[in-house]
């Protein structure tokens, strides 16, 4: 996985000022931390929806959890 060092922020933010301007340089990064956030949401919405449908399909049935305990009591 590539890493970014220091050096490599340093010289983003430098071109970034550069290009966008001062100005409206603060903006942006607002912008882009909300599209972060927004995404992050999104990806824990997906992960808890996918967890709910596992721990609802893995349920087991208290009779049939019976009749396994049974049936592994008579082996």
């Known amino acids: 996985m590539p890493q970014i060092g220091w050096f490599e922020i340093l010289i983003i933010v430098s071109i970034s000022i550069l ?4 100005k409206d340089f603060p903006l942006v990064l607002k912008k882009i931390g909300s599209w972060i956030g927004s995404f992050k949401r999104y990806i824990s919405n997906i992960q808890k929806e996918v967890t709910d449908i596992t721990d609802n399909d893995l349920e087991i049935d208290p009779v049939d959890k019976n009749k396994n305990d049974k049936k592994d009591a008579k082996e």
């Open 19 to 22: 290009v966008i301007g001062p």
